[in-house]
């Protein structure tokens, strides 16, 4: 909210910006009610309904518009319940799980132009889901979406943007991960062979999260009795990675989808003394973080992927971690791109850490598949979404 705030006056400062946020919010509309534009979040669009639907307006703008993928949410319905003239869709990633989030935000921006959702869901999602999707479905859903889809890539808006460079970096886990990992490799096989139905995936995404964790920190599984450095050698090379680029003058961002490995590094910074900024799904005045980050009063700022992979200017980053790998790759790409911008000057280089002979390895592969389904999404629609085949083949 903040964001669009300060881009509103750094680009349109004739018009009025007004956030509608905090306990006040009624009375701030009032008190500000010949705004031009008004600015709220998702989660307070759905408890402010009542205020927003007793509004007609010019136009009606959702940015991130993939939070509005499930059309069965109350956020999506209070949403499609605003009154507008003109309707605009914005995202990054109009197919985050299934080619089903299209359908949602497409009647958003023009109602009834994709058919019915169970009519979709047979002509579109069902086929688009299989292993090879048919190449004239394809077709046919991309020739719907030409002429209504207006795709900027980022080399057509800011060519003079400088390059991207994207590392992976390699790391074989401690001893005591490995001996860890292959137990729980072991049980989790012998659990998904007994299990049946909607219980056999649900089992598997839990042996998966525990998997990665054990990738990434043992502490994360909250196991007793560990000795500091048999826990994680992903935080060995973190350090070495920050310790480097600190020293060379580099402003670093650091993501995970796990925020007890942020905590865990809070602590190694604090050893090292290097000065960092923090963010998470509890952080309250998020503005001022980052206010800090870019002000140049840390090099270093630990993020949380959900919280801060999105909506956030960081330029004054050049450099970007990935401590763990998440197989939509588009998820990764927002959260670089908070650094990779407009308004960056630097050439900015990411890293992924992933360790050897892991699940974390198999989900790489997943990506670039994922990555060459969606870069063709107007050409051909892609499936994102993460099938039962594809969660089995992890634990080959």
């Known amino acids: 909210?903040?964001?669009?705030?300060?881009?509103?006056?750094?680009?349109?400062?004739?018009l009025k910006a007004v956030a509608i946020e905090g306990?006040?919010?009624?009375?701030?509309?009032?008190?500000?009610?010949?705004?031009?534009?008004?600015v709220t979040s998702y989660a307070l669009l759905r408890r402010d309904e009542a205020i927003w639907n007793a509004r007609e307006f010019d136009v009606?703008?959702?940015?991130?518009?993939?939070?509005?993928?499930?059309?069965?949410?109350?956020v999506s319905q209070a949403a499609h319940r605003l009154r507008g003239t003109h309707r605009f869709a914005l995202t990054g990633t109009p197919v985050e799980n299934s080619v089903q989030d299209l359908w949602s935000i497409t009647r958003f921006a023009l109602p009834g132009y994709l058919g019915n959702r169970e009519r979709f869901a047979e002509r579109f999602v069902k086929p688009?889901?299989?292993n090879d999707p048919p190449a004239a479905v394809r077709e046919r859903l991309s020739r719907r979406l030409r002429p209504v889809v207006l795709r900027r890539l980022k080399s057509e808006v800011a060519r003079d943007l400088p390059e991207k460079i994207e590392q992976v970096v390699y790391c074989d886990l401690k001893p005591k991960q490995r001996e860890v990992y292959s137990k729980l490799l072991r049980e989790s096989k012998a659990s998904l062979l007994e299990a049946e139905g909607g219980k056999k995936r649900m089992l598997a995404l839990t042996a998966l999260l525990r998997l990665r964790q054990t990738c990434c920190d043992l502490r994360l599984l909250g196991l007793q009795g560990l000795e500091e450095d048999e826990a994680s050698v992903k935080a060995e090379v973190l350090g070495e990675l920050l310790d480097e680029a600190v020293e060379g003058g580099h402003r670093v961002l650091v993501f995970s989808q796990f925020v007890g490995m942020l905590q865990l590094l809070v602590g190694e910074l604090a050893t090292k003394r290097i000065d960092f900024c923090y963010l998470d799904g509890s952080t309250k005045d998020r503005a001022s973080v980052v206010k800090r980050f870019q002000s140049g009063a840390a090099p270093v700022f630990l993020i949380s992927l959900k919280a801060g992979g999105v909506?956030?200017?960081?330029?004054?980053?050049d450099t970007v971690i990935h401590i763990d790998p998440w197989w939509n790759p588009?998820?990764?790409?927002?959260?670089t791109d908070r650094a990779h911008r407009i308004g960056q000057d630097r050439v900015v280089t990411s890293y992924k850490l992933i360790t050897r002979d892991?699940?974390?390895e198999k989900i790489l592969s997943l990506q670039q598949r994922k990555r060459n389904l969606t870069e063709s999404l107007l050409a051909e629609a892609g499936d994102a979404h993460l099938s039962e085949?594809?969660?089995?083949?992890?634990f080959e």
């Open 1 to 14: 909210v903040h964001n669009w705030v300060a881009e509103a006056a750094k680009f349109t400062p004739e």
């Open 23 to 38: 306990p006040d919010r009624e009375k701030t509309l009032t008190e500000h009610h010949d705004a031009d534009l008004f």
């Open 60 to 74: 009606v703008i959702l940015d991130e518009a993939q939070h509005i993928k499930n059309p069965e949410a109350q």
């Open 128 to 130: 688009l889901s299989a």
């Open 311 to 317: 909506g956030l200017n960081l330029t004054a980053a």
């Open 330 to 335: 588009a998820v990764e790409a927002q959260a």
């Open 358 to 360: 892991t699940v974390e």
């Open 389 to 394: 085949g594809e969660l089995m083949s992890l």
